[in-house]
């Protein structure tokens, strides 16, 4: 018996994809200029948190 993977889809229309995304409304995002885009040194080997 197989394992089971998970369905991907791929668009193919992306005229018609673009335009349900506009039909959706506005996105805002919030960015704050004064916070600290990278991570303090932690002095632990691996990804930053």
Do not use: C, V
């Not at 791929?10 to 600290?36: C, V």
């Amino acid at each position: 018996m197989s394992s089971w993977t998970p369905t991907t889809y791929k668009t193919r229309n992306w005229a018609e994809y673009n335009h349900s995304l506009k039909q959706r409304g506005s996105l805002l995002i919030w960015f704050d200029p004064e916070m600290s885009w990278e991570a303090e040194a932690s002095g632990r080997r691996g990804r930053q948190k």
